[in-house]
């Protein structure tokens, strides 16, 4: 069985686009295919899900509890709350533990929530 070559049909919508061109269309479609795994992860995770992540990321299901229930009282659940925990961290330029034990603790919710403002 032979098979046609139409490449060069198939890529005619593409042959006049510059490198720039090409490098934007490319990131244009892969946030196409991303964009509903995102929305389908923040629209259907659970408190369940999102102690599982932090109790991988090390913490204990006391300091899990703690987490998952801020993130959640806070509308923060749909980042993930191992996310949180993350972008807390890397705003403050401490580890992911400290940060987290620091969320378990009551304080820096004020911070983590200003972190997601812009939707992120």
Request: cysteine-free; aromatic content about 6%; charged content about 30%.
């Given at each position: 069985?032979?098979?046609?070559?139409?490449?060069?049909?198939?890529?005619?919508?593409?042959a006049?686009?510059?490198d720039?061109?090409?490098?934007?269309?490319?990131?244009?479609?892969?946030?196409?295919?991303?964009?509903?795994?995102?929305?389908?992860?923040?629209?259907?995770?659970?408190?369940?899900?999102?102690?599982?992540?932090?109790?991988?990321?090390?913490?204990?299901?006391?300091?899990?509890?703690?987490?998952?229930?801020?993130?959640?009282?806070?509308?923060?659940l749909?980042?993930?709350?191992?996310h949180?925990?993350?972008?807390?961290?890397?705003?403050?330029?401490?580890p992911?533990?400290?940060?987290?034990?620091?969320?378990?603790?009551?304080?820096?919710?004020?911070?983590?929530?200003?972190?997601f403002?812009?939707?992120?």
């Amino acid at each position: 069985m032979k098979r046609n070559d139409d490449f060069s049909t198939r890529r005619a919508h593409l042959a006049d686009l510059t490198d720039a061109q090409l490098h934007e269309r490319f990131w244009q479609l892969a946030a196409q295919i991303v964009d509903p795994l995102l929305k389908l992860g923040r629209e259907n995770t659970s408190p369940a899900i999102e102690r599982s992540v932090l109790l991988r990321m090390g913490f204990s299901s006391l300091e899990v509890k703690e987490i998952v229930d801020g993130a959640h009282k806070r509308g923060l659940l749909g980042h993930g709350a191992g996310h949180v925990v993350y972008k807390l961290a890397k705003a403050k330029d401490i580890p992911l533990r400290d940060a987290g034990l620091m969320l378990a603790q009551n304080k820096g919710w004020e911070e983590a929530t200003a972190l997601f403002k812009g939707g992120n």
